[in-house]
C-alpha cells in the first residue's frame, strides 16, 4: 500500500508538471516510469490484473463515456463498428499469425492470444492523447467510439484463444455466440444502469447521496455484465453514454458536483494507468529473463511486430476509405478535400494501453492438464514491448503529424461559433417569453413589486445574452478588450476583496467558521460561473 501511495504521488507530480510545461502528460508519466524502473534497487510495482480491469477501468472508462457525445456517436456508427469490431479481429489473426512465424518457441494458439491482445486499441489512452492534443471533434468521436466498443471483439477472440490453448476445443459458432452474448449482456446491462443513475439523479434530493450513488455505477455495470458472460465496457460505456446524453434533466447542483467528482477520479487514475505501464519494465524483462528466453532477440521480434501493428491500422484505415464501397464508412460524404489528411491523422492515434497489459496479466498460469501455460511471460513480455512502442512512437510524432498535415478545428471552432451564438438567442428569448407570461399570482406578490422583480430579472436575462454573443467568434485578444470581459475582471476583484474582509471578521472573532464557511461557498460559487463564462473562449 505504501508503494501504491508513493506511485500516485509520484505521478501527480509529473502530471502536474506536464501540463504546466504543455507536454501530454501520459506520455511523460511513461518514460518517468521506465526510467525508474531501471532505477537498482527500485522495487517491483505488482497490481493484481483483475483489480484493474474491475477497480481502475471501469471509471475511466465512464468517466470518458460521460463526456462523449451520444449523438456524434450515432452519427458515426458505420465507422465505429468498423474499425472497433472487424479492424480488431483482422488485427489480431494477421499479428497473431506474425507473431508464430517470427517467434518461433510460441504456438499458434498462445501466439493468437497476443494477438487479441494488442488488438484492441486502448481507450483510456485515446481520450487522454487525443484531448490533450485538441484533435477535431469528428475524429475523436470516431477514435473514441471505436476504442470504447472494441472490447466485444477483441473479448471474443481472445477468450476463444485461452480456451484452445487450455484444452477446450471452441467453433466459429461458439465464438460468434460469445460475441453476440458480449454485447447484447453488456448493452443491456449498461442501459439498465444508466436508468437507474438517471432516476437517481432526478429523484433522490440529497445532491451528495446522488453523486456517490452515480460513482458507484461503472462498478456495478461491469461486474454485473461480466458475471452474466457479457462484456464489463460495453455495460459502463453504454451507461456513461446514457447519463452524459440525459445531462440537462439533472438538477444544476447535482451536475456541477459530478464534474468536478469525475474531473477528480480520472486525473487520479489516469495518472496511475500511465506510470504503471512504465514501472512494468522491470517486471516483465525480471519474468523473461527467468524463463531462460534471449531477451535481446525476443526484443528485436517484439520491435518488428510493434511496427506490423502500427502498419496494418494504415493499410486498413486508407483500404477502408479508397477502397470503393467502403469510403462512405469513415467520411459519409463529407470533407472530402482533406479526407487522406485526417485518415493519415487517425491510422496513427491507436495506442495500446493497461487493458492489454492487464489482460495479459489475467493469462492463466496452468492449462487444464495442469501443465504451465505456453509461453506466458513471452507473451506479456511482447505485450508490453507493443503498448509502451505505441504510446511512444505514435504519442510523441503525433503532434508533427496533425501540424505538418494542418489537422485543426477552425471550421468547426466557427460552426460551433454560429450554432452557440443561435442557441444563446433561442434561450434567451425562451426566458423572456416565460417572464412575459408571468403574473403577480404566479408568484404571489403586489403588482408593484412583481413589476420590479420582473423588470430585474428580464435585465439581467438580458445582459447574459448580449454579453455572451458578445465573445462569440472573437479572437481571445478581441474578448480581452470587451466590455464584459472588464465587469468580470471587476467582479471577480470585488469577490476577492469580499473574501478578505469576511477572513478579517472572522479573525477578529466577529463571525464563526462555520458562518465564514457558508458566505465562502456563495462568493465561491458566483466565481465559478464567471470561469466558466470565460473558460476555453
Given at each position: 500500500?505504501?508503494?501504491?501511495?508513493?506511485?500516485?504521488?509520484?505521478?501527480?507530480?509529473?502530471?502536474?508538471?506536464?501540463?504546466?510545461?504543455?507536454?501530454?502528460?501520459?506520455?511523460?508519466?511513461?518514460?518517468?516510469?521506465?526510467?525508474?524502473?531501471?532505477?537498482?534497487?527500485?522495487?517491483?510495482?505488482?497490481?493484481?490484473?483483475?483489480?484493474?480491469?474491475?477497480?481502475?477501468?471501469?471509471?475511466?472508462?465512464?468517466?470518458?463515456?460521460?463526456?462523449?457525445?451520444?449523438?456524434?456517436?450515432?452519427?458515426?456508427?458505420?465507422?465505429?463498428?468498423?474499425?472497433?469490431?472487424?479492424?480488431?479481429?483482422?488485427?489480431?489473426?494477421?499479428?497473431?499469425?506474425?507473431?508464430?512465424?517470427?517467434?518461433?518457441?510460441?504456438?499458434?494458439?498462445?501466439?493468437?492470444?497476443?494477438?487479441?491482445?494488442?488488438?484492441?486499441?486502448?481507450?483510456?489512452?485515446?481520450?487522454?492523447?487525443?484531448?490533450?492534443?485538441?484533435?477535431?471533434?469528428?475524429?475523436?468521436?470516431?477514435?473514441?467510439?471505436?476504442?470504447?466498443?472494441?472490447?466485444?471483439?477483441?473479448?471474443?477472440?481472445?477468450?476463444?484463444?485461452?480456451?484452445?490453448?487450455?484444452?477446450?476445443?471452441?467453433?466459429?459458432?461458439?465464438?460468434?455466440?460469445?460475441?453476440?452474448?458480449?454485447?447484447?449482456?453488456?448493452?443491456?446491462?449498461?442501459?439498465?444502469?444508466?436508468?437507474?443513475?438517471?432516476?437517481?439523479?432526478?429523484?433522490?434530493?440529497?445532491?451528495?447521496?446522488?453523486?456517490?450513488?452515480?460513482?458507484?455505477?461503472?462498478?456495478?455495470?461491469?461486474?454485473?455484465?461480466?458475471?452474466?458472460?457479457?462484456?464489463?465496457?460495453?455495460?459502463?460505456?453504454?451507461?456513461?453514454?446514457?447519463?452524459?446524453?440525459?445531462?440537462?434533466?439533472?438538477?444544476?447542483?447535482?451536475?456541477?458536483?459530478?464534474?468536478?467528482?469525475?474531473?477528480?477520479?480520472?486525473?487520479?487514475?489516469?495518472?496511475?494507468?500511465?506510470?504503471?505501464?512504465?514501472?512494468?519494465l522491470k517486471t516483465v524483462a525480471t519474468d523473461v529473463i527467468a524463463s531462460g528466453r534471449h531477451i535481446g532477440l525476443l526484443l528485436v521480434a517484439a520491435l518488428l511486430l510493434l511496427a506490423a501493428t502500427i502498419g496494418f491500422r494504415i493499410v486498413w484505415m486508407f483500404c477502408s476509405n479508397y477502397i470503393p464501397g467502403l469510403s462512405h464508412l469513415l467520411t459519409g460524404g463529407r470533407r472530402r478535400g482533406s479526407r487522406w489528411r485526417r485518415t493519415t491523422v487517425l491510422s496513427w492515434t491507436a495506442m495500446r494501453g493497461v487493458v492489454t497489459l492487464a489482460a495479459a496479466g489475467a493469462i492463466p498460469y496452468t492449462t487444464g492438464s495442469g501443465a504451465p501455460f505456453p509461453s506466458r511471460e513471452l507473451i506479456q513480455f511482447v505485450a508490453f514491448v507493443i503498448t509502451v512502442g505505441t504510446i511512444l512512437v505514435q504519442g510523441t510524432t503525433l503532434p508533427w503529424l496533425i501540424r505538418k498535415l494542418g489537422i485543426d478545428d477552425l471550421d468547426e471552432a466557427a460552426r460551433d461559433d454560429q450554432a452557440e451564438a443561435g442557441a444563446r438567442v433561442t434561450a434567451t428569448n425562451a426566458a423572456l417569453r416565460y417572464l412575459d407570461g408571468l403574473t403577480p399570482a404566479d408568484l404571489g406578490t403586489e403588482p408593484e413589486h412583481f413589476q420590479r422583480i420582473i423588470g430585474r430579472m428580464k435585465d439581467l436575462v438580458e445582459h447574459q445574452g448580449m454579453a455572451a454573443a458578445e465573445q462569440v467568434g472573437r479572437t481571445p485578444a478581441e474578448r480581452a478588450d470587451t466590455a464584459s470581459k472588464m465587469f468580470s475582471d471587476l467582479r471577480r476583484d470585488v469577490l476577492e476583496v469580499q473574501r478578505s474582509a469576511m477572513a478579517d471578521e472572522r479573525d477578529a472573532g466577529n463571525v464563526d467558521d462555520e458562518v465564514l464557511r457558508r458566505v465562502l461557498r456563495e462568493l465561491d460559487l458566483h466565481e465559478a460561473a464567471l470561469d466558466s463564462s470565460w473558460r476555453n473562449r
Open positions: 500500500m505504501a508503494q501504491l501511495l508513493l506511485v500516485l504521488i509520484g505521478a501527480l507530480l509529473v502530471t502536474a508538471l506536464a501540463r504546466s510545461r504543455e507536454i501530454a502528460s501520459p506520455l511523460l508519466l511513461v518514460l518517468v516510469g521506465l526510467v525508474v524502473s531501471l532505477i537498482p534497487g527500485t522495487a517491483e510495482l505488482r497490481i493484481d490484473p483483475e483489480l484493474l480491469l474491475s477497480a481502475v477501468l471501469p471509471p475511466l472508462l465512464y468517466a470518458t463515456a460521460l463526456e462523449s457525445s451520444y449523438t456524434n456517436f450515432r452519427a458515426r456508427i458505420r465507422p465505429i463498428v468498423h474499425h472497433g469490431v472487424l479492424q480488431v479481429i483482422a488485427t489480431a489473426v494477421v499479428i497473431g499469425w506474425l507473431a508464430y512465424v517470427l517467434i518461433p518457441e510460441l504456438p499458434l494458439n498462445s501466439a493468437i492470444v497476443l494477438g487479441a491482445l494488442i488488438a484492441p486499441p486502448d481507450a483510456v489512452t485515446a481520450a487522454a492523447i487525443g484531448r490533450q492534443l485538441k484533435l477535431p471533434r469528428g475524429m475523436m468521436t470516431v477514435l473514441g467510439g471505436e476504442s470504447l466498443i472494441n472490447d466485444a471483439a477483441a473479448l471474443t477472440v481472445y477468450r476463444m484463444a485461452i480456451g484452445a490453448v487450455v484444452g477446450a476445443t471452441p467453433t466459429l459458432a461458439q465464438g460468434a455466440w460469445v460475441f453476440l452474448l458480449a454485447v447484447v449482456v453488456g448493452v443491456g446491462m449498461g442501459l439498465v444502469f444508466g436508468v437507474l443513475a438517471q432516476i437517481a439523479r432526478t429523484r433522490i434530493p440529497d445532491v451528495q447521496v446522488a453523486t456517490m450513488l452515480g460513482v458507484l455505477v461503472p462498478f456495478i455495470a461491469y461486474l454485473t455484465a461480466e458475471q452474466l458472460q457479457g462484456s464489463g465496457v460495453l455495460a459502463v460505456v453504454t451507461a456513461g453514454l446514457y447519463v452524459g446524453h440525459n445531462q440537462p434533466r439533472a438538477r444544476a447542483a447535482g451536475r456541477l458536483q459530478e464534474h468536478t467528482v469525475w474531473v477528480s477520479i480520472n486525473l487520479l487514475l489516469e495518472s496511475l494507468v500511465f506510470a504503471y505501464i512504465g514501472l512494468q
